[in-house]
Nanobody, 115 residues
């Protein structure tokens, strides 16, 4: 059973920062595109950022310039650095591993941006 273990969510004030982490097994991390999705109440789950092994990184337009995705191959961990957070960034954030038709999801971590 593949596990994606997320951490780092919480409550932050507007314009604050948070970093999310997602640890995966070495086998998954070395062969899968890693990404972060989010789902706000009443909305569909949407891609936030994606970091393939060889292809360019992708960001949602709404987070470009504020969020940075990165992967640490030595730790089999993908990170999402979130700066200048806005109330509309409030959502459950999910780690995702994808390779062709095979997709794995983390359990989700809540990020709440509020004063």
């Amino acid at each position: 059973q593949v596990q994606l273990v997320e951490s780092g969510g919480g409550l932050v004030q507007p314009e604050g920062s948070l970093i999310l982490s997602c640890a995966a097994s070495a086998d998954v991390f070395s062969r899968y595109t890693m990404g972060w999705y989010r789902q706000a109440p009443g909305k569909q789950r949407e891609l936030v950022a994606s970091i393939p092994i060889y292809l360019p990184i992708t960001y949602a337009d709404s987070v470009k310039g504020r969020f940075t995705i990165s992967r640490d191959n030595a730790k089999n961990t993908v990170y999402l650095q979130m700066n200048s957070l806005k109330p509309e960034d409030t959502a459950v954030y999910y780690c995702n591993a994808r390779r062709s038709a095979t997709v794995y999801w983390g359990q989700g971590t809540q990020v709440t941006v509020s004063s």
